[in-house]
């Protein structure tokens, strides 16, 4: 059944009674074209436009949990395209556009809300900087603002505007077609959209061993049994080095490591954009129930356990209530943490391996849900030509051996080695 | 907080030490010329899900620095050594 407002009205006189599954529950076949592992965002946005763009028919994807248990349901939904350096700044533009259709494309409200992204400059230097970021944005077709600090305190009048501040607030830069997105619905959105396409979505299935026969990919070993694939895609998230291994591929540049996030106790509308501290690790937006959601560091010490560590809340509060001091009363509703492989120069991996038929995509770093759709777009274009999308050329695993780093660490995701 | 126990100071919270990575991971010699070696050394990681030895430093305490061999799922902490008599 299609989401129409048709369908919204009937359903709603009818009690809300009538409405199918989102994705039918499938129990796995012996054999599939391609296989997917990882059921987040990008895995099942890899599956649809592989459906949808390559005409794949024969696809599975295998997820250990249930859909949306991982980043995908645990992030705090930023999405921006102010990236300074090539590719990342026409890649996450490209993402970005298809965030503007994507609601209509999958005929599923993903709730993007363009209500712009803001950092804080705390000095004039850094306001010079972000002056280069704003340039080298338009350059590329991207709008960016600069604000100065009269102009945003207009906006933004509930910062801590007094000279008490060690780092006075000088201006921002200001994107305004950034924003947030509803993650759940996201993952709801394509796995319901590829499932259409005929696409299997099989839950609480993890792939325990990868079976490989002279070199080459030949299946998985399941939990839910053995699947033979001629192409298996990994998506899977903190754990690409775990899947990795099942294939003998040992020495990624990848570290897993735990990033919390938080939200209070809900209020009435007071952030009504994305704010970003320049001045420390601290962002922040409020969701529609009217909780402050926000984040901060990562834990920074290797953790594949998804619960963080004190010290990082206290620290991640110090930061909120230097730039915010009116929120410093609220309570703290929840915390959590996930799990996020980690790349030396912060950037991700979409890439063939060493091993033929295996492809990966990871090292999404503290950032890839903003990337869900053109990950998938690219992913889906290596997995089904076997050529690296001309926007993810540059996001090749061999670019730590051959010295082509992208260190973005400025505006991306910060790396410990930062 | 993770405690870790350092053989100077006695058990001390986390968040006086820095965190210093991998420590399993065989430095070259200054003078080796061989790139391999280097970009084993500054890229390559076996990330274990379970016991891993790492570097942290007691910044705020000895500055030793030290191995510790921590659990990276439950975080149980195991043997502390001093770095400069540990061999990888
Ligand atoms: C607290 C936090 C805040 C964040 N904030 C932002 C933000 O504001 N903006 C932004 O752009 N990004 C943000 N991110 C990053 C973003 O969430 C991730 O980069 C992105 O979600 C990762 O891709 P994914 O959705 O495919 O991952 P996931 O949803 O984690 O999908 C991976 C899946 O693989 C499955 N899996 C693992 N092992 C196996 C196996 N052996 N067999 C089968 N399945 C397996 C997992 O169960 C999981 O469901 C944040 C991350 C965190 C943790
Ligand atoms: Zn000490």
């Not at chain 1, 010290?311 to 209530?321: L, N």
């Not at chain 1, 695993?397 to 910060?414: K, M, N, S, V, W």
């Not at chain 2, 907080?1 to 991971?25: K, N, Q, T, W």
């Not at chain 2, 942290?56 to 050594?81: A, F, K, M, N, P």
Request: glycine fraction near 10%; include cysteine; aromatic fraction near 8%.
């Amino acid at each position: 059944m299609r989401n129409s407002a048709f369908n919204i009205l009937r359903q709603g006189l009818t009690g809300n009674r009538g409405w199918p599954r989102t994705w039918r529950d499938r129990t796995p076949n012996r054999r599939y074209d391609v296989v997917i592992v990882g059921g987040g965002g990008h895995g099942l946005a890899t599956a649809y436009y592989l459906a949808r763009r390559h005409g794949l028919r024969n696809i599975a994807v295998l997820e250990k949990g249930h859909i949306g248990g991982g980043n995908v349901g645990r992030n705090t939904t930023v999405i921006r395209s102010n990236y300074l350096l090539p590719p990342n700044t026409q890649f996450y533009e490209h993402s970005m556009q298809l965030w503007e259709g994507l609601s209509q494309e999958l005929n599923y409200n993903v709730m993007f809300s363009q209500r712009g992204q803001i950092v804080t400059a705390h000095s004039e230097d850094q306001l010079d900087s972000f002056a280069h970021r704003a340039n080298v944005m338009r350059a590329n077709g991207i709008e960016a603002e600069i604000l100065d600090r009269a102009q945003l305190r207009r906006v933004l009048p509930y910062l801590d505007w007094s000279d008490r501040q060690r780092f006075p607030i000088w201006g921002a830069i200001l994107q305004r077609r950034a924003g947030t997105a509803r993650h759940d619905a996201v993952a709801w959105g394509y796995a319901r959209a590829a499932d259409r396409l005929g696409v299997d979505i099989i839950e609480n299935c993890e792939v325990t061993g990868i079976r490989l026969e002279a070199g080459r990919v030949t299946g998985l070993d399941t939990t839910r049994g053995e699947i033979a694939a001629d192409r298996v895609g990994l998506t899977v998230a903190g754990h690409t080095t775990q899947l990795c291994h099942m294939a003998g591929i040992t020495d990624l540049p990848i570290e897993s490591h735990v990033l919390q996030a938080f939200v209070t106790e809900p209020v009435k509308p007071l952030v009504h954009h994305v704010v970003a501290y320049g001045a420390d690790h601290f962002y922040i937006s409020q969701s529609d129930k009217g909780g402050l959601v926000f984040g901060g560091s990562l834990d920074g010490y290797n953790s594949f356990a998804s619960r963080g560590n004190l010290g990082i809340v206290r620290e991640v509060a110090e930061a909120a209530i230097a730039l915010m001091p009116c929120i410093a009363p609220l309570r703290l509703l929840r915390h959590w943490g996930g799990i996020m492989d980690m790349t030396p120069d912060a950037s991700p991996i979409i890439s063939r391996t060493p091993v033929e038929g295996l492809y990966l995509n990871g090292g999404w770093c503290y950032g890839g849900f903003k990337a869900t759709p053109a990950s998938g777009v690219c992913f889906a274009h290596l997995l089904a030509t076997g050529e690296d999308h001309p926007l993810a050329a540059g996001y090749r695993l061999d670019r730590f051996r051959t010295g082509h780093l992208i260190d973005e660490a400025g505006a991306g995701p910060f790396a410990w080695l930062q | 907080m993770l405690r870790i126990p350092c053989p100077c100071c006695g058990p001390r919270d986390h968040d006086e030490f820095r965190y210093g990575g991998d420590a399993s991971v065989p430095r070259p010699a200054p003078d080796d010329p061989d790139p391999e070696a280097w970009h084993a050394y500054v890229y390559r990681r076996q990330n274990p899900k379970g016991a891993h030895r790492e570097y942290w430093q007691h910044v705020l305490g000895c500055r030793q620095w030290l191995v510790v061999e921590r659990d990276t799922v439950s975080h149980r902490i195991g043997s502390v050594v001093m770095a400069r008599e540990w061999q990888a």
